[in-house]
């Protein structure tokens, strides 16, 4: 998938990729991330903190699903804004920055426009920097 949201209407998690959705029925987008992170061995919690010791951050904590398959999700605003996308690590081909946005291409041909581009940048950046210090041998596209 390329990026999720919560649907407060509906309580449920939307998947998106190319112009596909998917609905999964969920209470909240961290009760949805708790689940797919415990699926691969670690609660939402643990995974978030060691993201926080390992890369010195405080605002805009991704969330790492898998390392080996680099799912990583992060925010494109606030967490608490109802609007919050979280987009996949894992799934972006390019990116390019400009004064006021950000594009991000997906693997499957579609993008994304952003705003905040520099802190896009910063999210991309230390999510690049913790999974090359945790996945050692693993070449990084």
Excluded at 3 to 13: A, D, N, P, R
Excluded at 71 to 97: M, R
Aim: charged share 25%.
């Amino acid at each position: 998938m390329n990026y999720l949201y919560y649907e407060f209407k509906t309580s449920q998690v939307c998947t998106v990729k190319e112009d596909e959705k998917k609905y999964y029925t969920s209470l909240s987008i961290h009760s949805y991330f708790n689940e797919k992170c415990l699926m691969n061995g670690s609660s939402l919690k643990g995974r978030q903190e060691a993201f926080i010791y390992q890369m010195q951050v405080k605002k805009f904590i991704p969330v790492v699903v898998s390392i080996s398959k680099q799912e990583v999700y992060f925010p494109n605003k606030s967490k608490k804004a109802h609007d919050c996308l979280w987009i996949n690590y894992a799934n972006i081909q390019n990116v390019n920055y400009y004064d006021n946005f950000c594009r991000i291409f997906f693997k499957d041909g579609t993008h994304l426009d952003c705003e905040h581009p520099k802190r896009i940048q910063h999210s991309l950046q230390h999510i690049f920097r913790y999974l090359k210090k945790n996945t050692p041998g693993i070449p990084m596209y």
